[in-house]
Each structure stands twice: as C-alpha cells, then as structure tokens.
C-alpha cells in the first residue's frame, strides 16, 4: 500500500503514447506535487483533482503525495490526467482495489463536483488501447468517438464516483456506443451546367489523385466545381478515414463521429497564415492540409495568398506529409490531400472573355500571374480554363449535368485498375513506377518531347503529363496510353501556357 499505478495517454501529434501514473503517499507534511507536467498545469490538475475527491464523499489522504507521470519527455497539456491522478491516489491509499485497475486505461478531465468532462484527441487514445488490449473509460461526451476504435471496450462515466462504482464492483458502466454513420450528403456535380472541359478535368483529378487548378473569370463556378471532388470519390476504406478521423479528433475543433467517414472538404481563406495552414503551437496541432487529408483542399484566389504561406505546401505535395518543429519537439501529421487552386485569368478577371471588356495591360497580367510560384504551379497536374457561360447554358431548364454517382462508378474502376497495377494512384507514382507504367509508343513519345521542349517544361512535369495520359488511359479502360490519351493531358498543362501568351 502506499504506492499504485494507472494507465493513462498524451496527446503527441495524432498518436497517443502511453502514459504511467504513478502514485505514492509518504510521511511528512501533507502536500502534493506532480511531476512531469508543467507548471500551470500541476496547479490546476491539484484544485480539480482534490475538489472532486472530496465532492464524491471520499477522504483526501493527509500525506505527502507523490504523483509521477511516465515517461516525462512527453507533452502533457490539459487535465486528460485528472482521472487517472485521483483515482491512483484513492488506489495508493486504500479506497480503491489496485488490482480492478491494471485491465483499464483512463482518460477524463475533473470538474470541482467531481463530474467527468470530455478531452480531444480521445481517438488515437482508443485505437492505441484496443492495441494495447486494454479497456477505455472515458467521459461521456467522449463515448461515441472511442466507440470507433473497432475491438476496444470502452465504457463511459458522468462522475469519478461512477469510476470508482465499477472498480469496486458495485455498479457496471455503460459501454461507448457509435452513432449510426451519416451517408456523404455533400453537394452534387448534377447542379453544375455545362463546363464540359472542367468536368472532364475534375473527373480525372478524381479518378488519379491528380491535383487541379481552375482558371477563369469571377462567379463562373470554380468554386461550385471544387466542392464537388470529395463527392466523385470513392468512400475511403477503414484505415484511411481512421487516420483522417484522428487528425480532426486532435485538432481541438472537435471530431464529428457520425461523419468520419466523409471525405473533408477545406477551404481556408486566402488571408490564412503558414501556421493555419501547416499546424503548429506549443503542442503542435494540425492545420488546414492535414484537415483536408484524404480529401481536398481547395485554395480560391491563389494569386491572393501569401507566398510564404503557400511555401508550407511544397513538401507535403510530394510526400503527403508535414513536419513541424517547435523548440525541443518534432510533430509529423499526414497531410495525403488533393489541391484545388483556383484563380481569375487577369486582375479585373475577364482576360480571354468574349465581351472583350477586360482591360489589364499584358504587364499586369504577368505580374499578377508571377505571384504564384513556379514550383507550386509546376506540382498542380491539370491546368484548366473555366469560361463564363454564355446565358442559354444557365437557363433553369437547361438539360442537367451527370450526377456525382455516375461519375464516381467510372472513377472507382480507375482506382481499381490502378491499385491492381501499381498498387496506388497514378499521381503517387514514383519517377521509376512513371517509367515502368506509361510508356508510350515511339512517336508518341516524340510527341511528347516536342511538347516538352516548346512549352519549356520541367522533366518533372513531364512526369506529371505521363501520370495524367495513364490516368486517361485507365478512365478509358485502355491498357496502353494511346495518342488521344496523351494529347489530352498535354492540353491540360497549356490551358495556363496559352491564356497568359493571349493575354500578353
Ligand atoms: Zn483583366
């Protein structure tokens, strides 16, 4: 007696290492100290976890109090460890049986009446238990996002004496329950008229993980088109949507467990900072890219964005995931997502419109052009114009476009055709898988170096052409990447090329 151990988890980027809370009553002066968490914290976690001792009717030891949280390099913010604090201390000294606690792992914040308060991050904690193969208590607010972590028991409590009820024995707690899912109800590409081309190109961005950049004038529906990629997806599987879950789980906004599943959507504002982007804080949390993992991102007025903000997206680009560094700590979060940029063609926006009615000199398009670096104008696949459409295409009994769904049966057998063949998407091929995988015929493939040459392009992003041409090979079901199929791509990289030429 004297001494007892509880299972608790910090919260570490979106994993949950596994934290010992050690407890140990001593003679001397009754006093309490916490080591292993900072300062601020210690005081608070000491108020609440005294108040609610005492609250629940139980005798709060008159000893010096000793409480180690292992391992102590860890962060170990916020009061997730109040629950398991007071109950090692109602263990070492007597009230509690040690032995009901070893099956158990505990994660609670304390209110001062004793009632359990739900934390973040409670996901990765659950999957990390049902790992361990231990069981979870938490919060009940907390009981639907633990229900998610499959082969976990999770039990939820309203109160530390609830906690202590089932230790003892005396009363069972309820298990954690997961809400029925909500099926993707997001916005349809059946409301969108006309825009062949931009549909064609969204449903090849779709079909190989391709990122997209739309140009045209204001208000002729990239935003509407953008919003629509998450819906030509095929549902994530199991382990991909858990990853996307846990990020939203320690993001500090909050985890909807009825949608997990959903594909995200994000679209930050163009005043948005690097940190609002990438992540960041003292306990790193994720930004708007590994919001969007798994799903989109989608950047309008692009040219309005801070090019130092827009820096933070170059590696994540390529290796779909981001690192950030805060003084003696390292967070790596995933950050898989498909971009969606969007931009007008000029700064009035009507440059290239038939009324003729833009104005800008050939400099100020440049200009206005150069503030989007050529690197990250370099990584985004597919270049595409979306006109204004002329009044007839927009009247309400213009014929309706192809629904979400269609589009999405004939994108997820291109997902099937790839995931067969290469064992990813055609965008996530590696420089030697490109080679192996889109070969073309000998004049195509002079084709393809003409292009090159007079467009001025990057061998890398004549990686990234390949990549495109064996996406439209496989939405044809084509084994080979024919001419058609590599003209195609090849005119998604000159839409940009061209308006600018026109404009200058
Ligand atoms: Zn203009």
């Given at each position: 007696m004297g001494l007892a151990l509880v299972h608790g988890r910090a919260r570490a980027g979106v994993r949950a290492p596994a934290v010992k809370v050690e407890v140990h009553l001593g003679g001397g002066l009754p006093s309490m100290s916490i080591v292993g968490l900072p300062e601020a914290a210690v005081r608070e976690a000491k108020d609440r976890v005294r108040a609610a001792i005492q609250c629940a009717q139980f005798e709060f030891p008159a000893r010096r109090i000793t409480v180690n949280l292992a391992p102590a390099d860890l962060p170990k913010g916020g009061g997730r460890f109040d629950l398991p604090i007071a109950l090692g201390i109602l263990a070492a000294s007597g009230q509690?049986?040690?032995?009901?606690?070893?099956?158990y792992e505990f994660i609670g914040e304390l209110g001062l009446t004793g009632e359990l308060r739900p934390v973040d991050g409670v996901l990765p904690a659950a999957l990390a238990a049902a790992q361990a193969g231990r069981r979870l208590v938490v919060a009940e607010g907390n009981g639907a996002e633990a229900a998610l972590a499959a082969g976990l028991e999770a039990y939820t409590a309203r109160t530390l004496l609830e906690v202590c009820a089932l230790l003892t024995g005396r009363k069972p707690l309820p298990a954690a329950v997961a809400p029925p899912h909500q099926p993707a109800d997001g916005p349809d590409l059946?409301?969108?008229?006309?825009?062949a081309q931009a549909r064609r190109a969204l449903e090849i961005a779709a079909a190989g993980g391709h990122h997209l950049l739309l140009v045209g004038?204001?208000?002729?529906g990239k935003t509407l088109l953008a919003s629509r990629l998450p819906g030509l997806l095929p549902e994530a599987d199991e382990a991909a949507a858990l990853e996307t879950a846990a990020i939203a789980s320690v993001s500090?906004?909050?985890?909807?467990p009825t949608r997990w599943r959903t594909r995200p959507f994000r679209a930050p504002h163009h005043t948005a900072s690097a940190v609002a982007l990438a992540g960041g804080g003292s306990e790193p949390r994720p930004g708007e890219i590994s919001l969007a993992h798994n799903g989109v991102l989608f950047l309008d007025?692009?040219?309005?964005?801070?090019r130092r903000a827009l820096e933070v997206l170059r590696e994540p680009l390529e290796s779909g995931v981001v690192t950030i560094s805060r003084a003696a700590r390292q967070s790596e979060f995933p950050a898989r997502f498909q971009l969606v940029a969007a931009m007008n063609p000029c700064p009035c926006g009507w440059?290239?419109?038939?009324?003729?009615?833009c104005r800008c000199h050939g400099e100020a398009i440049a200009r206005y052009r150069a503030r989007i670096s050529g690197p990250l104008l370099d990584r985004i696949d597919l270049h595409v114009e979306v006109p204004r459409l002329p009044p007839a295409e927009l009247r309400p009994d213009a014929p309706e476009g192809e629904s979400s769904a269609v589009v999405r049966t004939r994108v997820t057998a291109a997902h099937a055709r790839q995931q067969a063949r290469g064992g990813r998407l055609n965008a996530h091929l590696s420089q030697a898988q490109t080679m192996a995988d889109c070969r073309l015929a000998a004049r195509d493939q002079a084709l393809l170096e003409r292009a090159v040459e007079a467009l001025r392009l990057s061998a890398r992003a004549m990686h990234r052409i390949l990549r495109v041409a064996r996406t439209v090979a496989d939405l044809d079901s084509s084994d080979a990447i024919a001419t058609a199929h590599l003209t195609e791509a090849l005119g998604y990289r000159q839409a940009d090329h061209g308006a600018g030429q026109q404009a200058a």
């Open positions: 509690l049986p040690q032995d009901a606690l070893r099956e059946r409301d969108v008229r006309g825009q004038p204001p208000g002729c500090g906004r909050g985890l909807d007025e692009l040219p309005e964005w801070d440059a290239g419109d038939a009324s003729g009615r």
